[in-house]
């Protein structure tokens, strides 16, 4: 299908060439195809480069399951740390920059689970619902925005201090200091 090719021919730009690199002409080259086509299913090349970067990262969206609500937490922000500090994380930060503040694109992004989105907004809900089947967080926990609380600080380290890749150390302290402590403690809030 020639989605399929166009989506992969922009997916292989981007791990070559990032985000500066991706062209429609490039592009349309290398899916054998020509630039009214790809038009046709993405507005610009932000919009591609969103949708082929969800190819990109499509290996990131299992959920893992250690046995405890620790010990998947931590695993998913070290991979979303390693993701992040990856050749894939400079194209993400690139298509994040290009996106702007334009929120078609940033909400498609936010549900790529490497960038920390939707889906693994799906994946944190996920584990937190085995840790109250466990009994190792409150039912309350069971919440989208409790979810997004440990990819919201991994995120903030990045931004604030600007480092190639967060320590594990601080991935623990993310976990053991915010939201392990979150998830237990959660009570019903009351209605404003």
């Given at each position: 299908?020639l989605?399929?090719a166009?989506?992969?021919?922009a997916?292989e730009?981007?791990r070559?060439?990032?985000v500066?690199?991706l ?5 349309a080259?290398r ?5 009214n086509?790809?038009?046709?299913r ?11 970067y969800g190819?990109l990262a ?9 046995g ?8 998913m922000?070290?991979r ?5 500090s ?10 994040v ?7 078609e694109?940033l909400?498609e ?5 490497a960038?920390?989105g939707g889906?693994?907004?799906a ?7 085995r840790?109250?089947?466990?009994g190792?967080?409150a039912?309350?926990a069971l ?8 990819v919201a600080?991994?995120r903030?380290?990045?931004v604030?201090?600007g ?5 594990d150390a ?5 976990v ?6 979150l998830v ?9």
């Amino acid at each position: 299908m020639l989605q399929d090719a166009i989506l992969q021919a922009a997916a292989e730009v981007l791990r070559e060439s990032g985000v500066a690199g991706l062209t429609m002409d490039e592009v349309a080259r290398r899916a054998g195809t020509n630039k009214n086509a790809i038009y046709r299913r993405w507005p610009n090349r932000v919009a591609l480069g969103v949708a082929a970067y969800g190819l990109l990262a499509a290996a990131q969206t299992a959920a893992p399951d250690t046995g405890s609500l620790r010990g998947d937490a931590l695993e998913m922000l070290r991979r979303a740390n390693s993701t992040w500090s990856s050749p894939y994380g400079e194209i993400l930060r690139g298509l994040v920059a290009e996106a702007g503040g334009t929120p078609e694109f940033l909400a498609e992004l936010r549900r790529d689970p490497a960038a920390g989105g939707g889906a693994s907004e799906a994946v944190w809900l996920t584990l937190l619902g085995r840790a109250v089947a466990r009994g190792e967080a409150a039912p309350e926990a069971l919440h989208p925005r409790v979810a997004s609380v440990p990819v919201a600080l991994l995120r903030n380290e990045y931004v604030t201090h600007g480092v190639p890749a967060v320590p594990d150390a601080v991935l623990a302290e993310i976990v053991d200091d915010v939201f392990l402590p979150l998830v237990r403690g959660r009570a019903p809030r009351d209605p404003v």
